[in-house]
Every structure is written in C-alpha cells, then in structure tokens.
C-alpha cells in the first residue's frame, strides 16, 4: 500500500528591493501527496457534487400550483452561480437552460367573454433548466490534486532528506495545535507592554503557560490509552458524552467551581478553611495527572495562621 510519494524542487529567495546586497536565501519546495488525507478529500467532492445538483434542479421545478418560476433569465443565471459557488463545485458542473415565451388570450373588460369583445395577448417568459451535467474532465483533474501539499524548509538533503520531510509534516499538528493555542487560548497578542524586558517577560510567561496545558493534555491523554478509557463529565452540554481525548481546556472547566472559603475572626487568624470536595471525574484526572487529591486536600489542611 502506498504510503506517501512526492518530489521536490530548489530554489532560490531574495529580500524585497534593488539594493545589490539585498539577502538571498536556499530553500526547498518539498511537495507530498499521501493517500491518507486524499481519500476523505475525495468523499467530500462527490458529497458536494451530491448536494449541488438537486438544489439547481429545485431553482426551475415543474409547473404546479404553488410553484414560483424565475421569469428573468439573468435571475437564473445569477442563481446558478450562487449555487456552484457555495459547495465549492464551480466549473465542475454544465447547466443548460431554457426561455419559454408564452402567450395568453384573454378579453377584455369585465364579465363573460364573447366573439365581440376586445381581445388582447398576454407573454410570459419562464426560464427552465433543461440539463445537469458532470464535467468529467475538470473533476478528474481536480481528483489527481487531492492530497497534495506543499512545504518549504531550508534544511539540506543531506539533513532532511525528501522522506524525512514528509514525516515531519505528518507530526506538524500537535506543532500547529501549540501555536494556535498561543495565538487563541492564551492570546500573545496585543501585548500592551512596551519595553523590551516586558516584552521578554511576558512571551516567557505565556510560552511557560501553553506548555504547562501541552503537558497536561499528553499526559492525561496518555493515561487513557492503556485500557481504552474513556471520561465522562467533560462535556456540560451532553452529560452523557465520553471521551478519550481530552483537551487540556475542558480539563481545566472541570475544576472551574473549585472554591476555598477561609474565615478569619476579628484579630485576623484563620478559624476555618472549607474546600470545595471534589468530584468522582475530579479526583480521576488528578490521579491519572500523577498529583493525587491529596495535593488538593492540602490546601484546607494547612496550618492556621495565629
């Protein structure tokens, strides 16, 4: 079966300007296509080829009571473009249609008519799709497309050789999920700090941030991998929703009602700590994390202050 296939091509970038000493760098054009990606790819073109034709069918539907028919032939052909172009199927598809002139004749003036009345002709015009066709050549090639993906390294052959790229690409997600919860989660931007220390400080702080849920999601993923577990409760709006992928963002929301309730008398010592206890999925994630509620349980049993 195969894996993957692809080939690459060098070339070589040069900094916008004239000046003669503008910067010029290598780099290679490393293009993949791996069946794995291209098979869903596929499906989802016939599904929107599926849904295309019947909607352009239904946009001139036979004569009946209750049907409304496009009478202005620039109407339908603004309609037909609007349908191709919303599943993404333009230029994929041949629509061949119709106007119809009709006249009517009817008499005029009020009552019954009769062979001496005035008569008088009534044109309508009705735009019809007559024919839906698939363009055999433009979905082929379109097909030969799916899967393909471009990449751009200045690493050497002799460092990253074409298949090693291809591999990398395959772990470039859990890479990409990282700085997209920088950008998002944990937004980096704006940073309303201006001195260069601050700046500094700040991107430390959010990058410690992001691994910190990194590490826990892997772990609490991980956990869950040995005897096929799945986790319940992480999911407020279906309670009954299992999961074996849990995202470091839902396993924060499971403690979002933790609370500590410290009561202090007039002098200002403590005289009580109350936790919020926890839950059966509480306590499961906090030892499947490796940290056991006992860690938790600590932060009522400490000492009172005096």
């Known amino acids: 079966m195969l894996a993957a296939e692809g080939y690459e091509v060098a070339r070589t970038g040069h900094a916008p300007g004239d000046a003669a000493d503008a910067a010029a760098w290598h780099e290679r054009v490393v293009v993949v296509r791996s069946p794995l990606p291209a098979d869903p790819q596929a499906a989802g073109l016939e599904k929107r080829l599926c849904q295309a034709e019947p909607t352009l069918a239904a946009l001139t539907p036979p004569r009946g009571r209750g049907k409304r028919h496009i009478t202005d032939e620039a109407t339908l052909v603004e309609a037909i473009a609007v349908v191709l172009k919303a599943p993404r199927v333009d230029g994929l598809l041949s629509v061949r249609w119709e106007t119809q002139l009709e006249q009517t004749i009817r008499s005029g003036g009020r009552g019954r008519g009769s062979v001496h009345r005035e008569q008088r002709g009534i044109q309508q015009t009705r735009s019809h799709i007559t024919h839906i066709a698939r363009q055999a050549d433009p979905i082929a090639m379109l097909r030969q497309r799916l899967g393909w993906k471009a990449l751009v390294t200045n690493a050497t052959p002799q460092r990253l050789s074409l298949q090693e790229a291809g591999l990398c690409y395959r772990n470039a997600d859990p890479v990409e999920r990282i ?56 999911h407020p709006e279906n309670k009954t929703k299992m999961t074996d992928k849990p995202t470091a963002e839902r396993i924060l929301k499971a403690f979002a009602a933790v609370s500590l ?29 490796g940290l056991g509620a006992s860690l938790y349980r600590q932060l009522e049993m400490q000492e009172m202050r005096t």
């Open 179 to 234: 700085f997209n919860r920088l950008k998002s989660r944990v937004p980096i931007a704006p940073l309303f700090v201006k001195l260069n220390d601050q700046i500094e400080g700040l991107t430390y702080l959010l990058t410690l941030g992001v691994r910190v849920v990194t590490v826990m999601e892997f772990g609490r993923r991980r956990s869950l991998q040995p005897d096929h577990t799945t986790l319940p409760g992480l």
């Open 261 to 289: 309730a410290i009561i202090k008398n007039a002098a200002g010592a403590e005289i009580l700590r109350r936790l919020t206890p926890l839950s059966g999925v509480q306590e499961d994630i906090l030892q499947r994390l």
